[in-house]
């Protein structure tokens, strides 16, 4: 099914209610309204229109000084004994398509009051075609606005992901270039024997692990950062590696964290735990 706002076949519909449309036009249209129910209901809905304009125009009779002027001009003599009578006649509303136009007729009962009928259906047709157009127009702009905010909502999400790498990108490089930076290298263990890790450590800072080729992980479990200290192994945060087994992550570390020894990556249960229980993927020794 077409609908009015994209199909410009309706345009013509207004032309064909009047009769006025072009011969050459009328068999595609008529053969268009034939298989299409929602554009021969338009068209019905139009001459609708057509027949209760004329109806409701009041009926006015013409001054008798018109009929003689009318009559001085075509060279008719004067018969003031006859007055012919006005008829009111209305656009046929049954009729699905309008007879083949063949120029104008002008019938001697025609009366001012069907000239004005007429004269307002044709304002109303013109009305209704340019009413279609408005809502063509309107579509058109409703499916640019839609695409806009698509596109808009496309550039919000790439600038999210923008600023998330900017700002992980300035935290790194703030790690890396800190005076107080420390360096530790992990080496992979049993169960990641070839994973590999770096981490640099500024207590200004923060932290910041590189790693490559670790395992991929099950549902429900999660790798864990410790830095070792003297004491009890503390939680720097908890990771999961790309597609790759890579990753690049940066933790916030209080100011107050001893000075590590050393680190150490376990594989523990999603989201973490307060000591490590897993097994030791990556450990090193601090520089």
Request: net charge negative; charged share 20%.
């Amino acid at each position: 099914m077409t609908s009015s706002g994209t199909d410009p076949r309706y345009d013509a519909l207004a032309e064909l209610a009047l009769g006025t449309l072009p011969e050459s036009e009328r068999p595609a249209i008529e053969a268009w309204l034939a298989g299409d129910p929602d554009a021969l209901a338009e068209f019905r809905a139009l001459r609708e229109s057509l027949g209760l304009l004329a109806l409701a125009a009041p009926v006015v009779e013409p001054p008798a000084s018109l009929r003689d002027r009318v009559l001085a001009v075509t060279g008719h003599a004067v018969d003031r004994g006859h007055t012919p009578a006005t008829t009111r006649t209305a656009v046929p509303i049954g009729v699905d398509f309008p007879p083949k136009s063949s120029g104008p007729v002008v019938g001697s009962g025609l009366s001012v009051g069907w000239l004005a009928a007429a004269a307002a259906a044709i304002l109303a047709l013109g009305l209704g075609v340019y009413a279609l157009q408005l809502r063509s127009q309107v579509e058109r702009l409703q499916a640019d606005l839609d695409a806009t905010a698509a596109r808009l909502a496309t550039t919000e999400a790439e600038a999210r992901v923008n600023r998330t790498r900017l700002a992980r990108a300035q935290a790194e490089t703030s790690i890396l270039t800190a005076a107080d930076l420390r360096r530790v290298d992990l080496a992979g263990q049993k169960g990641a024997p070839r994973a590999a890790a770096r981490a640099f450590w500024s207590r200004a800072q923060g932290l910041v692990l590189t790693a490559t080729r670790l395992p991929d992980l099950p549902e429900g479990r999660t790798y864990q950062l410790w830095v070792l200290t003297s004491g009890a192994p503390i939680s720097a945060g908890i990771f999961r590696p790309d597609a790759s087994g890579g990753t690049s992550i940066v933790f916030d570390t209080p100011v107050s964290l001893p000075p590590p020894a050393g680190m150490a990556v376990s594989v523990e249960p999603a989201g973490g735990v307060p000591a490590p229980t897993g097994e030791i993927v990556l450990i090193g020794k601090a520089d």
